[in-house]
């Protein structure tokens, strides 16, 4: 019943920009965190960037000042800008969304992002 659709992800050069787009289905999306996902091959999968339901975002250190999320809770969608990639941002990136009450966590398929040097 819940679907989170990731969309956006593609090949670009280093030094390049993609915009991740996911669309959430569901009532609970404005009261629920959301954040971004990624797992290179061989690699455990890393909290990128997340979100709270008033526009508060964390970063890890190595998309810092490179990447943005953001939500459209009219949309229910939540975004994530990345400029200035480099080939160790390839990855596939999972869309979150985690559900408060009951508590549960809502993944997306995936988008393959893939930065060429």
């Known amino acids: 019943q819940v679907q989170l659709v990731e969309s956006g992800g593609g090949l670009v050069q280093a030094g390049g920009s993609l915009r991740l787009s996911c669309a959430a289905s569901?009532?609970?999306?404005?009261?629920?965190?959301a954040g971004w996902y990624r797992q290179a091959p061989g690699e455990q999968r890393e909290l990128v960037a997340s979100?709270?339901?008033?526009?508060?975002?964390t970063y890890t250190d190595p998309v810092k000042g490179r990447f943005t999320i953001s939500r459209d809770n009219a949309k229910n969608t939540v975004h994530l800008q990345m400029n200035s990639l480099k080939p160790e941002d390839t990855a596939a990136y999972y869309c979150?969304?985690?559900?408060?009450?009951?508590?549960?966590?809502?993944w997306g398929k995936g988008t393959l992002v893939t930065v060429s040097s």
């Open positions: 979100i709270t339901t008033s526009g508060t975002t």
């Open positions: 979150n969304v985690q559900r408060p009450f009951p508590r549960r966590d809502y």
């Open positions: 569901g009532s609970f999306f404005s009261i629920s965190a």
